[in-house]
C-alpha cells in the first residue's frame, strides 16, 4: 500500500512516501530560520515559505523513493490540528493530487501521527516491534500534552491533555525569558546538561490533582518571576541552574501523569511521540520509571519525533485497513483546532 503523504501543520514542509510501515522517503524543509528573528511561528510566513517548497518536497520524496504517482495507491495529508494557514496549503495540494490522479484521500489528524510515527520501519522493515493493546501513547510536543488509551488501531480514548500551555511550549518559553533563542527547548536541554536541578525548586504543575489533564501556564509565571529577580550578572552565572531546573520541573510533571496513567490503565505497550520525545533526559527517566514491566517504545529516528510526513503516511495506513478515506476530495477542510475524539 504506497502512499503519499503531506504535513504542512505548522513550520516544517515534509511529503514523504510510504508502503504500510515502511518509510521510503521523508522530505523536511525546516523554516526555523525564517521564523527565529521573531522567537516564533508566524502563521502567514509559515504558509508562504509552505508555498514555496510544498512543489519540491514532492518531487523529490518520489525521486527519493524511486517512484512515480502512478505507482501509488492513495494520498494522505494532515488536516488539523495546527496553524490554518499552513495546514491550508497541504490540505489544497493533496485534494489537487488525489482528484488530478484519481486516487483515494486519507485524512489524517496530525496527533494520530504522532503516535503512529512509533510504528514506522525503514526500508529494511526495522525496527520489528510488536505493538499490544491496550495501548498507552504520550504525545509531548510544542503545542500538545496528552495521554490517549487505544484498545484498538485507529480507536482514542484521551485521557488527560493540556489545559493552556503544551510542554514544548512551555519550555520554548523559557528559553525566550533567558533570551536563548528559538526553538528553546534543545537549547535549554544543552545547557541543564551541566546545571543542577535542584537550585532552583519549582512547583510541579497540577502535581495534587485527581485528572490526568497538564498545565504549565502557572510554572511559566513562577519562573519568570525567578528569572525577573536575578540581574543580568546573576543570570548569566546561573544559566545552566536555571535551565536544569525548569526542565526536570517539567519532566517530573509529565513522568507523575504517566505514572499515574499506568496504575489505572495497565497498559500493554506504551509509545511516546512528539518533538519533545527527542529529551534524552526525558527519554532516560521514563525508562527508569517504566523499568522492563512494559515495552515503552520511542519513533527510531529522531527525524520522526518532530513534524513529518513519514507518520502521517503510516497512520494513513492503518486508516485505509479501516476503510477510512475521502473518495470526494472537496469533503476535506482544515480543521486548525480539531482533537482525537472528533477525528475524520
Given at each position: 500500500?504506497?502512499?503519499?503523504a503531506i504535513d504542512?501543520?505548522?513550520?516544517?514542509?515534509?511529503?514523504?512516501?510510504?508502503?504500510?510501515?515502511?518509510?521510503?522517503?521523508?522530505?523536511?524543509?525546516?523554516?526555523?530560520?525564517?521564523?527565529?528573528?521573531?522567537?516564533?511561528?508566524?502563521?502567514?510566513?509559515?504558509?508562504?515559505?509552505?508555498?514555496?517548497?510544498?512543489?519540491?518536497?514532492?518531487?523529490?520524496?518520489?525521486?527519493?523513493?524511486?517512484?512515480?504517482?502512478?505507482?501509488?495507491?492513495?494520498?494522505?495529508?494532515?488536516?488539523?490540528?495546527?496553524?490554518?494557514?499552513?495546514?491550508?496549503?497541504?490540505?489544497?495540494?493533496?485534494?489537487?493530487?488525489?482528484?488530478?490522479?484519481?486516487?483515494?484521500?486519507?485524512?489524517?489528524?496530525?496527533?494520530?501521527?504522532?503516535?503512529?510515527?512509533?510504528?514506522?520501519?525503514?526500508?529494511?522493515?526495522?525496527?520489528?516491534?510488536?505493538?499490544?493493546?491496550?495501548?498507552?501513547?504520550?504525545?509531548?510536543?510544542?503545542?500538545?500534552?496528552?495521554?490517549?488509551?487505544?484498545?484498538?488501531?485507529?480507536?482514542?480514548q484521551i485521557l488527560?491533555?493540556?489545559?493552556?500551555?503544551?510542554?514544548?511550549?512551555?519550555?520554548?518559553?523559557?528559553?525566550?525569558?533567558?533570551?536563548?533563542?528559538?526553538?528553546?527547548?534543545?537549547?535549554?536541554?544543552?545547557?541543564?546538561?551541566?546545571?543542577?536541578?535542584?537550585?532552583?525548586?519549582?512547583?510541579?504543575?497540577?502535581?495534587?490533582?485527581?485528572?490526568?489533564?497538564?498545565?504549565?501556564?502557572?510554572?511559566?509565571?513562577?519562573?519568570?518571576?525567578?528569572?525577573?529577580?536575578?540581574?543580568?550578572?546573576?543570570?548569566?552565572?546561573?544559566?545552566?541552574?536555571?535551565?536544569?531546573?525548569?526542565?526536570?520541573?517539567?519532566?517530573?510533571?509529565?513522568?507523575?501523569?504517566?505514572?499515574?496513567?499506568?496504575?489505572?490503565?495497565?497498559?500493554?505497550?506504551?509509545?511516546?511521540?512528539?518533538?519533545?520525545?527527542?529529551?534524552?533526559?526525558?527519554?532516560?527517566?521514563?525508562?527508569?520509571l517504566i523499568g522492563?514491566?512494559?515495552?515503552?517504545?520511542?519513533?527510531?529516528?529522531?527525524?520522526?519525533?518532530?513534524?513529518?510526513?513519514?507518520?502521517?503516511?503510516?497512520?494513513?495506513?492503518?486508516?485505509?485497513?479501516?476503510?477510512?478515506?475521502?473518495?470526494?476530495?472537496?469533503?476535506?477542510?482544515?480543521?486548525?483546532?480539531?482533537?482525537?475524539?472528533?477525528?475524520?
Amino acid at each position: 500500500m504506497k502512499i503519499l503523504a503531506i504535513d504542512t501543520s505548522c513550520d516544517e514542509t515534509s511529503v514523504a512516501i510510504t508502503n504500510n510501515r515502511q518509510v521510503l522517503s521523508n522530505v523536511l524543509f525546516s523554516q526555523i530560520k525564517v521564523h527565529q528573528p521573531y522567537g516564533g511561528v508566524y502563521p502567514l510566513l509559515a504558509k508562504r515559505e509552505h508555498l514555496r517548497k510544498i512543489g519540491p518536497a514532492f518531487n523529490l520524496a518520489l525521486k527519493r523513493a524511486g517512484l512515480k504517482i502512478i505507482n501509488l495507491q492513495a494520498i494522505a495529508v494532515s488536516f488539523g490540528p495546527g496553524l490554518a494557514p499552513a495546514l491550508e496549503v497541504g490540505v489544497n495540494f493533496a485534494k489537487e493530487l488525489s482528484q488530478q490522479n484519481a486516487l483515494p484521500l486519507i485524512p489524517v489528524d496530525h496527533l494520530e501521527g504522532h503516535i503512529y510515527s512509533v510504528f514506522a520501519k525503514n526500508r529494511g522493515g526495522n525496527p520489528k516491534r510488536e505493538i499490544a493493546f491496550p495501548l498507552l501513547a504520550f504525545i509531548i510536543s510544542g503545542g500538545h500534552t496528552q495521554l490517549v488509551l487505544m484498545k484498538n488501531h485507529i480507536q482514542y480514548q484521551i485521557l488527560g491533555q493540556t489545559l493552556d500551555d503544551a510542554a514544548g511550549e512551555a519550555l520554548d518559553k523559557a528559553a525566550r525569558l533567558l533570551g536563548l533563542g528559538y526553538p528553546g527547548g534543545p537549547i535549554i536541554e544543552r545547557l541543564a546538561k551541566k546545571g543542577g536541578v535542584n537550585k532552583y525548586p519549582l512547583p510541579i504543575p497540577m502535581i495534587k490533582q485527581a485528572s490526568l489533564d497538564f498545565s504549565y501556564s502557572g510554572v511559566k509565571t513562577a519562573f519568570k518571576r525567578l528569572v525577573n529577580a536575578l540581574n543580568e550578572r546573576e543570570k548569566l552565572a546561573n544559566l545552566a541552574d536555571l535551565c536544569a531546573s525548569f526542565q526536570q520541573t517539567i519532566i517530573t510533571s509529565l513522568l507523575k501523569k504517566l505514572e499515574q496513567a499506568l496504575r489505572q490503565y495497565h497498559p500493554k505497550t506504551i509509545v511516546i511521540g512528539g518533538g519533545v520525545a527527542q529529551n534524552y533526559e526525558l527519554r532516560q527517566q521514563i525508562r527508569t520509571l517504566i523499568g522492563k514491566k512494559t515495552p515503552v517504545y520511542f519513533p527510531a529516528s529522531k527525524l520522526l519525533t518532530g513534524d513529518n510526513a513519514a507518520m502521517i503516511g503510516v497512520a494513513a495506513y492503518f486508516k485505509w485497513q479501516k476503510g477510512i478515506f475521502l473518495k470526494n476530495p472537496n469533503k476535506l477542510d482544515r480543521l486548525p483546532r480539531t482533537n482525537l475524539d472528533n477525528y475524520i
